[in-house]
C-alpha cells in the first residue's frame, strides 16, 4: 500500500513540492546562518517525496532545538501547517482521500516543529 500511495502521491504534487522545499533548501544554505533551517528544509522534502510508511521521531530535545522551534513557528510553521491542515481537510471529504489525509497531518506535524524530529 505504501508504495502505492506514494506513487500517486508523487505524480500530483509531492515532487513539485519537493523541489520548493530543496530550492529553498539550497537557498538557506546560501548563507552561514541560515544553514540549520536549510537542513530542516530539506528533511520537509525528503518526506514530500514520499510520506507513505514512513515515521516522525522525536529526538532528544535540546534548549538550542527548542529556540529554533519557536523561530520557526513564528515565521514559517504556522504558515505550513495551517496549509497542510487545510490539505488534510480536502483530503477526508473522501474515503479515497482519507489516507493522503493521514500523510497530510504528518506533514503537518512535522512542519510546525521540525527541529529535533528524524524521519524513519
Do not use: R
Not at 21 to 31: E, K, Q, S
Amino acid at each position: 500500500m505504501s508504495l502505492l500511495g506514494n506513487i500517486i502521491w508523487f505524480i500530483f504534487g509531492g515532487f513539485i513540492e519537493a523541489v520548493g522545499w530543496w530550492f529553498f533548501g539550497i537557498l538557506w544554505y546560501a548563507t552561514i546562518i541560515g544553514i540549520p533551517v536549510g537542513k530542516q528544509c530539506f528533511k520537509l522534502a525528503k518526506m514530500q517525496l514520499a510520506p507513505f510508511g514512513k515515521k516522525v521521531v522525536e529526538k532528544e530535545s535540546s534548549t538550542i532545538g527548542f529556540i529554533a522551534n519557536i523561530i520557526w513557528i513564528i515565521f514559517f510553521g504556522w504558515e505550513l501547517a495551517v496549509a497542510n491542515l487545510i490539505s488534510a481537510l480536502i483530503f477526508a471529504v473522501t474515503i479515497i482521500g482519507i489516507p493522503f489525509a493521514k500523510q497530510s497531518l504528518k506533514l503537518a506535524y512535522l512542519s510546525l516543529m521540525p527541529f529535533g524530529k528524524d524521519i524513519k
